[in-house]
């Protein structure tokens, strides 16, 4: 037995089993939410293209200035510029090169600020698609799906994963692009300056290849795990800011203090072991490429200064052939500087890339979680319900449960019955009726609405078609009135007709702004029982077909609860209701009371006829009106059994 609070393995991902089964994520994304984007895509692309090769000219005029006005040892030429263009004089082919590189770098600015525009716009409406989709598919998950799950942890992919990708497409997939350019680019105009000294200063590509390569390797699990760490942590504070006034009430400040901690130390365990393979990386970075370029000026000085460098080997003279002039060197050394760039930044490029990489499968696994109810193609609307309900040998057990929560339930509610369903804690109540509105879906056996399947029939049509009423009703940040109406064109004069039913309207008229009242976060501005009048008013509002009540008047006392029945009397009138109730007295005149125990169905029948069989309803019956000495030894042994396994669990 564990008195504390455990919150599994902190170092494991809880969407590894996701990550696992995203194939080709990042491919997938680009693929499914860049296509209505193809326009930015290309434009930002071109114009990065054309801006990076214009980026080369400028070192190019001035080998060709060095070469041709300060030395003198060649004719003054440009390529791709004909000739007649070029001016005759010295002079004027200065201020012609000075324009020349003006007019590029005027040129590189324009087409840099397309690119930008382009591809933010690209990178941006991306990230909102791909989290409004992934917000959409999470809210469709089968509930079991939460059940696993911290809100955290979600969160942690619908922002941080999310907003991890817009990070790589905006900046990193266009560095990218940017850096293959300047390589080609750069590597094409040094091997027609000179392919001989080119292919020293290009010799570090390949060891840089190699080098990235390993790294990749090395650093992809590591951010999974970083990845993993971000979620159990947001899950963490998550918690405790939700549960502040826990925290505060039990004085437990520093043991929650320790527990953020021990989740932070997770998270920065998981980074720092990132980091420290990353920081190995770069320094190996600037290593390859600093050599690259002193060997280039190593081989081009003393080219330049002693002739071609050459050795004899077996008789024969091996070694680079040619001339060498200073207007060649000086840009094939600045176009081997400009390598020192790229190449450090791919390293970053990689970086992130493993980084969003980890982001994208966690996304992606989440879209293809097979968790999801899903809709049939053919699907048909629910259109107008009568009422009746029909469960068939439906059996249900939850995700790694090893017994099912369900067994073999079966029974029929007909048009405007009023159902009640009672049992001990964990009978399985609640799970029954979840099942009615698709909540999970049963392992075997069907659920009817009219002698529709429930998995033949639209989500949408089928949900409008129940209301619910949970026993822990969630109030959304708003007002009384927008939590009542709750995404309904409703009237005032609706809303306030489903309070009053709800037996609401005493309290909200005291309320300082009344139905425009902010009740805050969860509802915490409003007491437990006030919050379930407003769930109420809000499934009334709704005017389901059937409706189901799940302890919806368990936060309130007996005089409101009072109110509340004689309210839900004329709203159960005409409509099929379930209602599950711990207080027995609430089901007291149902059509039907069905009677729970380990998931199974063990008595039915009114009030009057379940007293008579003498079984677990009239065993509970007689806890409720004090009659506990009239118990039996095999109800109280029992009792108390639930009552240790249920301490055994926690």
Known sequence: MSWGFSGGNDDADAFEDLRDGADRPMWQLLGDYGRGYKAEFALGGVASVIARFLELVPALVLGVAIDSLFVGEQQFTLPLIPQSVIPPTQEAQFWFAVGVVAV???????????????????????????RVDT???VQRLDMSFFDSKQTGEIMSVLNNDVNQLESFLTNDLNAGIRIAVLVVGTGAVMVWLNAQLAAVALASIPVLAVASYVFVQKIGPKYGRVRGSVGALNSRLENNIGGIEVVKSYGRESFERDRVESASEDYLDANWDAITTRIKF????????????MFTFLVGGYWLLFGPPQTTVAGATVGFTGGMTLGVLTPMLLYSRRFLWPMRQFGNVVNNYRYAFAAAERVVGLMNDPQSIHEQDDAHDLNGVDGLVEYEGVRFRYPEAEENSIEDVTFTAEPGDFVGLVGPTGAGKTTLLKLLMRLYDPHEGTI???GHDVRDVSLSSLRDSVGYVSQEPYLFHGTVEENVAYGLEATDDDILEALRMAGAMEFVEDLPEGIETTVGERGVKLSGGQRQRIAIARAILEDPEILV???????????????IQRSLEALTADRTTFAIAHRLSTVRDADTILVMDDGEVVEQGTHEDLLAEDGLYANLWSVQVGEVDALPEEFIE??????RASLDDD
């Open 448 to 450: 009817g609405i009219d």
């Open 135 to 137: 917000y959409d598919v």
């Open 282 to 293: 770069f320094p190996s970075l600037r290593i390859i490429t600093g050599f690259g370029y």
């Open 638 to 643: 029992r009792t108390a059994e639930r009552e």
């Open 549 to 563: 009540l799940d302890e919806a008047t368990s936060h309130v006392d007996n005089e409101t609860e009072v109110l």
């Open 104 to 130: 590029v770098y005027l040129l590189t600015a324009s087409l840099n600020w397309v690119n930008s525009w382009a591809w933010n716009r690209f990178a941006q409406h991306l990230q909102h698609e791909v």
